[in-house]
């Protein structure tokens, strides 16, 4: 491994640990060289594995809505890693204290049934259990979100949390592209958006997961909980006043609220 590749996950993973952000990376590595920016994820998620002795439980694809593609300038999906202590239940407060720059955002989450050893769409469908409500919570390590592909695949996808709804639909009960979300600040809607927005159908980005982790021998497995990207548009998430994501379908809603109280880490 190259000095340069562990430097920059020190460099996030203090970063992190100590909340304190860092200039983006991008300039420290050859142009469009994803795979150094994904090997210093790794290092720094098996870092928290070991250090805190943390499951991995899922993964999240990002940036698969064109409007957030084009927002954050890049033109292809990224993904990151969800460990045990990112998840959390519908309702949740989150200590304000525990972020640098909290942004959140709505979409569906799928949970596998069976290990997927093919990135073939059919065998990608058979191996999905459920689909549930879900809003990611988004931190990013450097002063800005003005971030490259190569910044917010070093930094874990920009991913520091899971939040899922109570609702769980079998696979294939319903048309996903149809599903329909509204965000609300309190009373105040800040995004909505409908379910093809993710790559022109959500079980698509679930597909491109599949083929990426085959391809970097590191399979997608029975139990994971796989995030799909944003429906709407990522937003700032404000604190004192809770977030709801509804849905329609028969999805109900999903919600997390952000404390500026609390000042301990949690």
């Known amino acids: 491994m190259s000095p340069i590749i562990q430097k920059i996950a020190d460099d996030l993973y203090a970063a992190r640990q100590n909340l304190t952000p860092i200039d983006h990376i991008r300039h420290q590595l050859p142009g469009g060289d994803l795979a150094s920016a994904y090997a210093i994820s790794e290092i720094n998620t098996q870092r928290r594995v070991q250090e805190q002795k943390l499951r991995r439980v899922g993964r999240k694809v990002g940036l698969t809505n064109p409007m957030v593609q084009r927002k954050a300038g890049v033109d292809q999906p990224d993904y990151g890693i969800i460990l045990e202590d990112m998840v959390f239940p519908g309702g949740v407060v989150r200590p304000r204290s525990a972020f640098i720059k909290p942004k959140i955002e709505a979409e569906l989450a799928f949970v596998l049934k069976e290990d997927l ?4 769409l059919a065998a990608v469908e058979a191996a999905i259990d459920y689909v549930v409500p879900a809003i990611e919570l988004v931190d990013c390590r450097y002063h800005n979100y003005g971030m490259s ?30 599903v329909e979300m509204i965000l609300y600040r309190g009373d105040e809607e800040v995004t909505r958006g409908i ?9 698509n980005a679930i597909q491109w997961l599949a083929e990426t982790s085959l391809r970097i021998n590191k399979p997608l497995r029975a139990g994971e909980i796989l995030l799909s990207g944003s429906i709407g548009m990522i937003v700032d998430w404000e604190t004192d006043v809770p977030y709801t994501a509804v849905y329609s379908h028969g999805f109900g809603s999903v919600s997390a609220t952000l404390d500026s109280k609390d000042l301990h880490h949690a």
């Open 117 to 120: 050893l093919s990135s073939d």
């Open 149 to 178: 592909i190569l910044d917010t695949v070093a930094d874990n996808a920009a991913c520091e949390g899971v939040v899922t709804g109570a609702v769980r639909k079998p696979y294939g009960e319903i048309d996903l592209n149809e």
């Open 195 to 203: 379910g093809r927005n993710v790559l022109a159908g959500p079980v």
